[in-house]
């Protein structure tokens, strides 16, 4: 995985819609949020950070990354999540509505084995 970038560059790294992850720190170390879009990663993203970008805000840094398919965003969602979770974000991802996808992550509750 490469670096966390500043916010200010996000409209330079974040440009395609595709599905996809991403990760939000205030430091570019310590991940604050982990997210996902079945769709379009660069709206979602671009969304939560539009106001202030870095300045008094929460986060002010960011990484992603594209997926094929919402399953791969899923996917690595739920990878990134068991990760990187803090006490901030306790709720495990859902699979998009309709669908019943399990968790890729051997051990964990919403995985099934087999």
């Not at 170390?29 to 202030?52: I, Q, W, Y």
């Not at 960011?62 to 399953?71: A, D």
């Not at 968790?103 to 919403?110: F, I, Q, R, T, Y």
Request: aromatic share 16%; proline share 6%.
């Amino acid at each position: 995985m490469e670096g966390f970038h500043r916010l200010e560059w996000m409209d330079y790294y974040v440009a395609e819609k595709a599905p996809g992850v991403y990760l939000l720190s205030n430091d570019g170390e310590v991940v604050l949020d982990v997210g996902r879009s079945d769709t379009d990663v660069a709206n979602a993203l671009k969304g939560l950070v539009a106001a202030p970008r870095g300045i008094d805000c929460k986060f002010a840094y960011f990484w992603f990354s594209y997926t094929n398919s919402p399953f791969e965003a899923y996917s690595l969602h739920c990878k990134l999540w068991h990760r990187y979770r803090r006490g901030n974000f306790d709720t495990h991802p859902h699979p998009p509505e309709g669908q019943n996808w399990v968790c890729p992550v051997d051990g964990c509750e919403h995985y099934a084995s087999g």
